[in-house]
Nanobody, 127 residues
Framework: QAQLVVSGGGSVQAGGSLRLSCGGS????????MGWFRQAPGKEREGVAI???????LYADSVKGRFTISEDTASTTSFLLMSSLKPEDTAMYYC?????????????????????WGQGTQVTVSS
């Protein structure tokens, strides 16, 4: 059974940076991509960034140029470095993994494609 454990998050002033980490386990030998999603109060959950097995990445337009997703494949840990943070980045952030066997598939930002979720971590950006 795949498990994801999130660390990081917290409060920061606008313009600051934070790094989130997501340690994955339980899916050795399968294909996977990892993603970060967020949900602000009263809003739908939205995809922030994903990283595919081949290292290719995809970002939401709202975070392009400010957020960077990466993965340490040896430890199956993904990272989300968030820079130039804005108050509108305030949300609960979730790590997720899409896991499957078979042919390579390039992943997207649709949360319905992801079935394994870590606990959320709050990110609060003050102006």
């Amino acid at each position: 059974q795949a498990q994801l454990v999130v660390s990081g998050g917290g409060s920061v002033q606008a313009g600051g940076s934070l790094r989130l980490s997501c340690g994955g386990s339980g899916y050795t030998g399968s294909r996977h991509c990892m993603g970060w999603f967020r949900q602000a109060p009263g809003k739908e959950r939205e995809g922030v960034a994903i990283i595919n097995e081949d290292g290719s990445t995809l970002y939401a337009d709202s975070v392009k140029g400010r957020f960077t997703i990466s993965e340490d494949t040896a430890s199956t840990t993904s990272f989300l470095l968030m820079s130039s943070l804005k108050p509108e980045d305030t949300a609960m952030y979730y790590c997720s993994a899409r896991i499957w066997f078979g042919a390579y598939v390039s992943c997207g930002l649709d949360s319905s494609d992801y079935f394994y979720w870590g606990q959320g971590t709050q990110v609060t950006v003050s102006s």
